[in-house]
């Protein structure tokens, strides 16, 4: 139980084009997807926070206007990287929370970009 | 605001020994959860083992389990009879109890030798 699908899971696409990140709770609702970025040998770092129905809660730093996330249903997240450029290569996990704050958080796969 | 320290960068054990990876954190919150995450080298986040902080008895989970020093803000992590598979990333995480967002650690990568 409790599995994440993440969607594609490498991605190698030209500068300014856009991606879009499919997250997906397959055996249980997620009021609550995450977002994070890590790069080469570092730490996943938090990028957003998403609840159904409501808009994404950024963290310090992060762009919402190039990282735009959708929540739409309760299995469905998503993360668009608008005009990507080589800058944006990363791995980027979705991880996603049925119920309250004290419920674990279940991970997606990851998606490799890669933006030439 | 909440930190969590790993202070070892890369570990190396021998095939069936037992292994201590060491995690601290700073809060003043009283409600919050600690994790160890698994990352091997496909990337895939898997949870070790989880302890809820207002349980005094150490989590265990078959081969690991944890040494939990609320007072000291310590979390480590014991491998017991370490496996080859048990190579990988560990990522000691803090949650708090009342926003629900995972702070990691640095990591520490564990080679384990045949």
């Known amino acids: 139980g409790a599995v994440v699908s993440q969607h594609p899971s490498w991605v190698i696409c030209k500068s300014g084009t856009s991606v879009k990140i499919e997250c997906r709770s397959l055996?249980?609702?997620?009021?609550?997807m995450f977002w994070y970025r890590q790069f080469p040998k570092q730490s996943l770092m938090l990028m957003a926070t998403?609840?159904?129905?409501?808009?994404?809660?950024?963290e310090q730093g992060v762009e919402k206007d190039k990282f735009l996330i959708n929540h739409a249903s309760l299995t469905l997240s998503t993360l668009t990287v608008t005009s990507a450029h080589p800058e944006d290569s990363s791995f980027y996990i979705c991880?996603?929370?049925?119920?309250?704050?004290?419920?674990?958080?279940?991970f997606g796969d990851g998606t490799r970009l890669s933006i030439l | 605001a909440q930190t969590v320290t790993q202070s070892q960068p890369e570990m190396s054990v021998q095939e069936a020994e037992t292994v201590t990876l060491s995690c601290t954190y700073d809060t003043s919150e009283s409600d919050y959860y600690l994790f160890w995450y698994k990352q091997p080298p496909s990337r895939q986040m898997i949870l070790v083992i989880r302890?809820?902080?207002?349980?005094?008895q150490n989590a265990t989970e078959n081969r690991f389990s944890v040494n939990f020093q609320k007072a000291a803000k310590s979390f480590s992590l014991k491998i017991s009879d370490s496996q080859l598979g048990d190579a990988a990333m560990y990522f000691c995480a803090y949650m708090s109890g009342s926003q629900g967002n995972l702070i990691f650690g640095k990591g520490t990568k564990l080679s384990v030798k045949p």
């Open positions: 055996d249980f609702q997620a009021t609550t």
């Open positions: 302890q809820e902080a207002y349980k005094q």
């Open positions: 998403s609840n159904e129905g409501s808009k994404a809660t950024y």
């Open positions: 991880s996603a929370r049925a119920g309250g704050n004290n419920q674990p958080q279940h």
